[in-house]
């Protein structure tokens, strides 16, 4: 990529990188180190025409999610502003700005796809 002089690179993180998880530890603490990796690299490679950002899903209504237990999706679904968490197409969309020239000045950046359960 920077040979070429261009090149996208979008990490995926997760919330509970940015506010921590109670019992997640490990978890969290590795999606918090790719946040620092996803800002040192936009540093590093933004010269060179390379852009690096993250995207950090909270709760993602994946076939795994809808098999937990009911009362675990809906401290998901309480804790989350919008009525609905997100699908596995929000998270795609969201990758999918970050690679495209939409995209074009924005690096370094996390953002976050998560039906609010962040706020």
Do not use: C, W
Not at 25 to 49: D, M, P, Q, V
Not at 56 to 83: C, F, I, N, Q, S
Not at 86 to 112: K, Q
């Amino acid at each position: 990529m920077t040979a070429a002089g261009f090149g996208r690179i979008v990490n995926i993180t997760s919330i509970n990188g940015l506010r921590g998880k109670f019992g997640q530890a490990n978890y969290a603490a590795a999606k918090a180190g790719l946040i620092g990796l996803t800002k040192t690299a936009a540093r590093e490679f933004g010269k060179k025409g390379v852009t690096v950002n993250a995207v950090a899903p909270g709760m993602v209504m994946t076939d795994m999610a809808k098999v937990l237990p009911a009362e675990v999706l809906k401290r998901a679904v309480d804790e989350a502003a919008l009525t609905e968490l997100a699908h596995p197409e929000d998270i795609s969309s969201a990758v999918l700005f970050l690679l495209s020239n939409a995209a074009r000045a924005i690096t370094g950046e996390v953002l976050r796809v998560d039906a609010g359960q962040y706020i």
